[in-house]
């Protein structure tokens, strides 16, 4: 979950982004790693890495990401730090 603060993203988010996507049952261990029931490869994770970035952190815009998320009027809202666009995005949960 170190990525995490990289993308300044809340790990929960991530987390719930990725279990909704696999549809499985994980946790964050001790280390503050994501465990997952079941197995994955690399490019499996690779591949929900980049759709969950190109979701909720790139901006649509200028293709930067120096982006936040913040939830407001009970959505979330990308808004970018670099050029001041701001797009709705789905609830993680509801993917």
């Given amino acids: 979950m170190d990525c995490c603060a990289r993308m300044h993203r809340e790990p929960d988010h991530v987390k719930n982004f990725i ?18 029931e079941g197995r994955f ?7 929900i ?8 952190v790139r901006c ?11 939830m407001e009027n009970g959505s979330f809202t990308l808004r970018c730090q670099q050029c001041g666009s701001e797009r709705s995005v789905a609830d993680c949960c509801n993917i």
């Fill in 41 to 47: 490869g690399p490019q499996n994770f690779e591949l």
């Fill in 60 to 70: 649509n815009e200028c293709d930067g990401f120096d982006t936040i998320l913040p």
């Fill in 19 to 36: 279990l909704g996507f696999v549809k499985r049952v994980g946790f964050v261990n001790d280390q503050n790693m994501l465990s997952i």
């Fill in 49 to 56: 890495l980049r759709t969950y970035i190109n979701e909720y």
